[in-house]
């Protein structure tokens, strides 16, 4: 097992703005300028009721950059899924969809590389998945994983697209599972075992904290997983009557595949169990992605206090440039020191990685005077012994605690758990992020207008390169 402790952290220079960059604007010809060498601007756009306000929005683009979002309407298993489309980002169009005999209780939204549109939806009993060719107008397609599971996450393939990855913590065995179906998602015949090590059965057997499946872009027979584990000491210690035995996250766990989700091997990638204090990474689920070269990258919100009292507050990630084998140390992504949740990334061009997280002014995530915003940062040398990092500021979306125990939270849980950042066809980040004010739930979408892609280089003077929009 490999551990990692609080030395082994390594703080990197991060370059702070307001709402945009500093970056020195490319010049093309005509003395034009490429957005892309411009300052980092983004545009927030508030989902309002009727078609935004649900809780932990997934999203997700298609091939023509039309966008899609998907949320449970509520937090309770029998409520239902709101989905959203947008082909203009302009217009948008909203379904309700409900399962018999129950649903709602978390979503995501994933696009295969025919342009397919998948969408999980979870009933505690089972998941409802869902398959829509038509610019996500209708599902017709609708089969169900009949396991009892927790949190669900959705991988199509990159490249072929008849197989489709479906994980979910086994909330039974808490265990992590891997469905896979090679008919585009009709069936799902395969159910692999993730959390297999042996050695890591007594953190654990007691409970996983789920994060997504993900696919190598650079060779499809590799699949990853990442979840979160608390320790022995931390699960008895949380033997009470608000814990019930559920220690809080402290080690992330990365398992990969490199025979298509048939058999995996797992290894430790970023870990506080030995670090005295009550530090939590995770936040509530970690995540996961690759970049295009293959490289394999986790993150994670660290939360509480060291051995000394002092709050640890930070979005950390590590990376593998060995498909897993081998993990470096944790690297904070973030300048400041608020309270973090929700992290969420995605991977471009070799080195660069894109990250989103919600962030506190207040050092305490129960505070109720702090107030919520959405983070951005992109790093070009994320797979790197030192990375640097451009964060940008966006909108304030709730003031208030935001409670991360899932189903034992009291209250401060309207937001849901998490939140997601996805990729258009220029590179351009796309953020959805759930948000409360004193009498409406709705949701963010924060897109990117101008500044660095993720997977390409401002133009050199001899061509002119304007960014394309949604394509009809």
């Given at each position: ?83 959203v489309r947008t082909p203009d980002w302009a217009t948008f169009y909203r379904q309700d969809i409900t399962d018999v005999p129950v ?370």
């Amino acid at each position: 097992m490999r551990r990692f402790t609080l030395s082994r952290r390594v703080a990197v220079a991060t370059v702070v703005v307001a709402g945009a960059a500093a970056l020195v604007p490319a010049a093309v010809a005509g003395g034009a300028k490429d957005i892309r060498g411009k300052s980092f601007s983004f545009t927030a756009t508030n989902l309002l009721p009727p078609v935004g306000g649900f809780s932990e929005p997934s999203i997700a683009l298609s091939p023509k950059d039309h966008v899609y979002f998907c949320g449970p309407s509520g937090l309770a298993v029998d409520g239902h899924v709101d989905f959203v489309r947008t082909p203009d980002w302009a217009t948008f169009y909203r379904q309700d969809i409900t399962d018999v005999p129950v649903g709602g209780g978390d979503c995501d939204i994933k696009v295969g590389p025919d342009a397919a549109v998948y969408e999980a939806d979870l009933g505690a009993y089972g998941s409802a998945i869902r398959k829509s060719v038509d610019d996500g107008a209708t599902f017709a397609q609708l089969t169900y994983d009949p396991v009892e599971q927790d949190r669900q996450w959705l991988a199509p393939d990159p490249v072929d697209g008849s197989i489709v990855y479906f994980a979910y913590h086994d909330f039974a065995a808490e265990q992590e599972i891997l469905a896979k179906s090679l008919d585009g998602g009709k069936t799902f015949p395969i159910h692999t075992l993730a959390s297999n090590d042996p050695l890591l059965v007594p953190d654990t057997g007691a409970n996983t904290y789920s994060g997504p499946v993900r696919v190598d872009p650079t060779d499809h027979d590799n699949v990853a997983i990442v979840y979160g584990i608390s320790s022995v000491g931390a699960n008895t210690a949380a033997c009470n009557a608000d814990m019930l035995c559920f220690g809080l996250p402290k080690t992330l766990v990365v398992a990969v595949s490199h025979d298509g989700g048939l058999t995996f091997t797992d290894t430790v990638a970023m870990d506080v169990s030995d670090e005295p204090g009550d530090e939590i990474l995770g936040n509530l689920f970690p995540w996961m992605t690759w970049d295009r070269a293959g490289n394999l990258y986790v993150m994670a919100g660290l939360g509480g206090t060291d051995g000394a009292g002092n709050r640890t507050n930070g979005i950390y990630y590590a990376f593998s440039s060995d498909k897993g084998a081998m993990w470096s140390p944790m690297r904070k992504v973030n300048a400041g020191g608020g309270a973090v949740v929700f992290p969420t990334m995605v991977g471009g061009s070799a080195g660069v990685v894109d990250f989103a997280w919600l962030e506190s002014t207040a050092g305490d995530q129960n505070d109720a005077t702090g107030t919520w915003t959405v983070h951005f940062a992109q790093t070009r040398n994320a797979a790197t012994n030192a990375p640097t990092f451009t964060e940008v500021t966006g909108p304030a979306v709730r003031t208030g605690p935001i409670c991360t125990l899932g189903i034992l939270c009291s209250g401060g849980r309207e937001l849901g758990d998490f939140m997601e950042i996805a990729l258009d066809s220029f590179g351009y980040a796309h953020i959805a992020a759930p948000a409360l004010d004193a009498v409406t739930s709705y949701d963010v979408w924060w897109r990117q207008d101008q500044g660095p892609s993720a997977t390409s280089e401002p133009c050199t003077p001899a061509c002119v390169k304007v960014r394309p929009g949604p394509q009809p």
